[in-house]
């Protein structure tokens, strides 16, 4: 049972890894504890799997390190994992801002990953759990399912904690904290946010979505928020709650496409006009009422002195929320955190101080934003990974 690398974890890192690794002739050993492989490829981008982004660049990425990303994006790019879609035939289409989805189901990239292992001679083990890691003689003996598996590379693509009750685990940071690598503590990102008692009124708007911009300090995203009944979500408040921090607020621009006084404009033009009809042109009518209600501001255009209603318009423009957390990592489309760039080649995802070690994935501290990013991070640092793990 002696391979040239035993990959832990068929996701998406690890499958691209192995294949990758397979096909330079290296004799590779991929384990899962899951009984299929790839098991969030299959749920993600709500089924069709959201699997790169054409705009991708390093600063779309989280990570304490912001640089570290660049060499692997740099040489795996989202033109390669396209070829890759393309030679097998999957059919695509670029729905917003760049991400590309397949036509038909996510299966398909799970299915190509899949024979892509299979013709690069990728042995698969499923439904096995890793008893125990040791290292000696330059090896490392990994115990799976009851029998010793060795070789001179150890990949860790367990990816992290985020969905619990789909087998994620964070697995990865025990390893590599036993050997003795620093782990960035890790943070569930592209998470709903939840709302304190203050925000109840909030709560009743439950399926109402608006386009927004969302800040939080320098971050800041133009894309649609959706009221819940717990919270915030939709992909606008995804992408923030990535940066947010506990106990500050994050500020919202409902009316992120008017001009400076476009509230005195709309008098002069409707001044019979109500003040929330006036609104209501642009959100939808029951969050104009709860935000109108929080304002306590009624009554006709015309009525209603100017710079009452520069007050409401700037108000709306600068919308603080208070979120009380978020819904943690059970709901989490990702781990933020993780194990530290520092310990690791950018080129290559070997571990510095522990040779023959190399994490790849949501395993390690960085994180994409919302649109595909996630899943070319995976390629291309499963790639990095996979081209670089030597022979005998
Ligand atoms: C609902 C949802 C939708 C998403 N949609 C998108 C999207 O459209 N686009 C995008 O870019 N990203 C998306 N993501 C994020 C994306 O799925 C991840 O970033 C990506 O899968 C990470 O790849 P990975 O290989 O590092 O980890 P994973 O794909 O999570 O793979 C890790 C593997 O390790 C296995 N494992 C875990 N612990 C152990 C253990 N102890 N022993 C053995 N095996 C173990 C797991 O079973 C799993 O197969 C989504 C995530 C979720 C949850």
Known sequence: MSYDA????????????????????RRVLL???????????????????NFTNIHTTADRYLSANPHF????????????????????????????????FC??????????????????????LL??????IAHRDGRFHVMIGGKEHSAPALVLATGGPSIPKMGATGYAYDVARRFGLSVVQPRPALVPFTLSDEDALFRDLSGVSAP?????????????????????????????????????????????????DWLLAEKRKRPQAAVHKAISTLLPERL????????DLR???????????????????????????????????????????????????????????????????VTGWLGGYNFQWAWASGWAAGTSLPGN
Request: aromatic share 6%; charged share 20%.
């Open 6 to 25: 035993i990959i832990l974890g068929a996701g998406a890192a690890g499958m691209m890894c192995a294949m990758t690794a397979g096909a330079q002739g």
């Open 31 to 49: 384990v899962d504890h899951a009984d299929a492989p790839g098991k969030k490829i299959l749920i993600s981008g709500g089924g069709r799997c």
């Open 69 to 100: 990303a660049k060499s692997a994006l740099g040489r795996y790019t989202p033109a390669d994992f396209l070829a890759l879609v393309e030679r097998h035939g999957i059919a695509w289409h670029e729905k917003t801002l760049g991400q590309l």
């Open 103 to 124: 036509d038909g189901s996510a299966r398909q990239i799970v299915d190509m990953l899949v024979e892509e292992c299979a013709a690069a001679g990728v042995t698969m």
């Open 127 to 132: 439904a096995q759990a890793v008893s125990d």
């Open 212 to 260: 927004v911009e969302v800040r939080w300090n320098k971050a800041r995203f133009r894309e649609a928020a959706l009221f819940t009944h717990r919270g915030l979500s939709g992909p606008a408040m995804l992408q923030i709650s990535s940066y947010w921090q506990h106990r500050t607020a994050i500020c919202v621009n409902f009316l992120p496409d008017t001009e400076r």
């Open 288 to 295: 104009t009422e709860a935000l109108l209600a929080r304002i």
């Open 299 to 365: 009554g006709d255009l015309g009525n209603l002195r100017d710079d009452a209603l520069r007050g409401v318009q700037s108000k709306l423009a600068d919308w603080p929320f208070m979120p009380s957390g978020t819904e943690g990592f059970a709901k989490a489309e990702v781990t933020a955190g993780g194990i530290s760039t520092d310990e690791l080649s950018s080129r290559t995802m070997e571990a510095k101080r522990m040779p023959g070690l190399y994490a790849i994935g949501e395993a390690v501290d």
